[in-house]
């Protein structure tokens, strides 16, 4: 079973920047596509999909976060990124990254980021 782990989250100001990582911890077989979500604190909150890049490398953002959040991705790394620039307060949230593939996906724990000055 692969395991999947988040880092990079933390605190930061307004206008700020995090990079996130993904990393497994073994080669993925049947991988569709790799995404980012996050969900808030607030009650009632859903789980919000952020980014995606597919096996081919085409890239898919909400409009929530387009031009100011990257992913991307190392192969030989096992691991998957997310710049995040101009960050807001209402970015504030555990972020999750999810390999979604034929048999199942698999979830990391999340990493909280707080943006806040």
């Known amino acids: 079973q692969v395991q999947l782990m988040e880092s990079g989250g933390g605190l930061v100001q307004p206008g700020g920047s995090l990079r996130l990582s993904c990393k497994a911890s073994?080669?993925?077989?049947?991988?569709?596509?790799m995404n980012w979500y996050r969900q808030g604190q607030a009650p009632g909150k859903q789980r919000e999909l952020v980014a995606t890049i597919t096996t081919s490398g085409s890239t898919n953002y909400p409009d929530s976060v387009k031009g100011r959040f990257t992913i991307s991705r190392d192969n030989a790394k096992n691991t998957v990124y997310l710049q995040m620039n101009s960050l807001k307060t209402e970015d504030t949230a555990v972020y999750y990254c999810n390999f979604k593939r034929i048999g199942g996906d698999y979830w990391g724990p999340g990493t909280q980021v707080t943006v806040s000055s």
């Open positions: 073994g080669r993925v077989l049947r991988l569709l596509e």
